[in-house]
């Protein structure tokens, strides 16, 4: 059973700073990992999504990596705004989605 | 193209009552899913489908049953709600032929059992 694990729990920081987010998984087996932002009371949209061949994956500001091998991905988000805030998903996907518990994000002005 | 569409949007319901929860996809994805989020946690597979007619148990399967009887509707059923089914749902459809292989979402829906 994927188990998905994301941490810190939750996270504030002032407006400027480069944001890490970790997401750690314990079966390697995986086809790709995903990067989800919700805000509260809102869905899911997808940020980032890494095949399982691939190194890392960009987007403006958002970079993420992947290493397969020790179960490990990496989110950073460069130069946060307080629009960053929200919390933060990974999920690693053998077409079943199984989700960590999330990165609460604060960004203060 | 609406993408995953969920209906309804919000219910209430008293303990014992049923209910179904409909997804629909314009994307003529072949996999579905049904997902529940409780605070502080991430998304549990509920069940999933990989083709019409065709339904699988996930993560937290006990208390919902689903039926998959057209391709693009995915049906989410509770036969007799307790206040632990209180949740916000979500359903989400996939493509497993294309290469980017990404689940598309749909909005959620809030269920609250007294």
């Known amino acids: 059973k994927q188990e998905v694990t994301q941490i810190p729990a939750a996270l504030s920081v002032p407006e400027g700073e480069n944001l890490v987010l970790n997401c750690s998984f314990t079966?390697?087996?995986?086809?790709?990992l995903q990067w989800f932002r919700q805000d509260p009371g809102k869905g899911l949209t997808s940020l980032l999504l890494?095949?399982?061949?691939?190194r890392e994956q960009t987007s403006g500001r958002l970079n993420a990596s992947l290493d397969k091998s020790s179960g490990r991905s990496t989110l950073y988000i460069a130069a946060s705004q307080p629009g960053d805030s929200a919390t933060y998903l990974c999920?690693?996907?053998?077409?079943?989605?199984?989700f960590g518990a999330g990165t609460t994000v604060t960004v203060r002005a | 193209n609406a993408g995953v569409t969920q209906t309804p949007k919000f219910r209430v319901l008293k303990t014992g009552q049923s209910m179904t929860l409909l997804c629909a996809q314009d994307?003529?994805?072949?996999?579905m899913y049904w997902y529940r989020q409780d605070p502080g946690m991430g998304l549990r597979l509920i069940h999933y489908?990989?083709?019409?007619?065709?339904?699988a148990k996930g993560e937290v399967p006990d208390g919902y049953n689903v039926s998959r009887l057209k391709k693009q509707n995915f049906l989410l059923g509770l036969e007799s709600a307790a206040p632990s089914q209180t949740s916000v749902y979500f359903c989400?459809?996939?493509?497993?032929?294309?290469?980017?292989?990404?689940?598309?979402f749909g909005p959620g829906t809030r269920l609250l059992v007294l």
């Open positions: 999920a690693v996907n053998d077409y079943k989605l199984s």
């Open positions: 079966d390697s087996a995986i086809y790709n």
């Open positions: 489908s990989v083709g019409e007619g065709t339904t």
């Open positions: 994307m003529n994805h072949e996999y």
């Open positions: 890494i095949q399982s061949s691939q």
């Open positions: 989400a459809s996939l493509d497993p032929g294309r290469s980017q292989e990404t689940q598309y």
